[in-house]
């Protein structure tokens, strides 16, 4: 069991700032949740996610944590603040991954619905540690604020095999932090993904409007 405080400044950021809806995640459930660490681009190839750019503390938050509990290898981390996971299977996902969830909140157990560890499972600042790419698994109903972190090796597409990402960081500078990709300090900066991401929503605009 993980002790209360270790997620006492985790909490604390997630208060101050709530994480975004995910738009991507309907079909497995409802509530906030987004993605740190290495993400699947489309047709790029997998680079960091604008979520470090934006909420680089945050990220700090995760990095200090798993330095200290999570044991996995990893690259990549799911947040999840008040989502209820629907029954489904973490395709995206190879291997073993680290879940464990916290915060002031009653049920919201994990269900596993098959393999060696079917069942209900009180995670709540508990790890839980399996292939959930491989068995069926739903969080059951709660109430209060319920948090939880993934930390998992996400599946990267086989053309992308010879991709090298450079190491990241998060530094403090002047009193804020950054995050550092590479040598490059990511002060404010936006992610290249959301380039695309608006240069796409003007070019539908003006389709909608023709």
């Excluded at 490059?184 to 909608?208: F, M, Q, Y």
Aim: aromatic share 10%.
């Amino acid at each position: 069991m993980i002790p209360p405080s270790e997620f006492a400044d985790i909490i604390k950021e997630l208060e101050r700032r709530p994480i975004e809806n995910n738009k991507y995640r309907k079909k497995s459930g409802e509530g906030r949740s987004q993605t740190f660490g290495i993400v699947n681009r489309r047709c790029l190839a997998p680079d960091y996610s604008r979520q470090n750019w934006l909420r680089p503390y945050l990220f700090k938050l995760l990095m200090d944590y798993a330095k200290k509990h999570v044991k996995i290898e990893w690259n990549a981390i799911t947040v999840n603040q008040n989502y209820r996971a629907s029954a489904h299977r973490d395709r995206g996902n190879v291997g073993e991954s680290y879940l464990v969830a916290f915060g002031s909140f009653d049920n919201g157990e994990l269900e596993i619905q098959e393999g060696d560890l079917k069942g209900i499972h009180d995670i709540k600042y508990k790890p839980l540690i399996t292939d959930f790419s491989k068995v069926l698994h739903e969080v059951k109903e709660f109430a209060g604020n319920r948090y939880s972190l993934v930390f998992y090796q996400l599946s990267i597409n086989k053309k992308f095999k010879d991709n090298v990402i450079p190491p990241c960081s998060v530094v403090e500078i002047d009193g804020h932090w950054a995050f550092k990709r590479g040598d490059e300090i990511c002060e404010g900066l936006p992610h290249p993904l959301r380039k695309n991401e608006i240069r796409i929503e003007k070019k539908s605009v003006l389709i909608s409007f023709d």
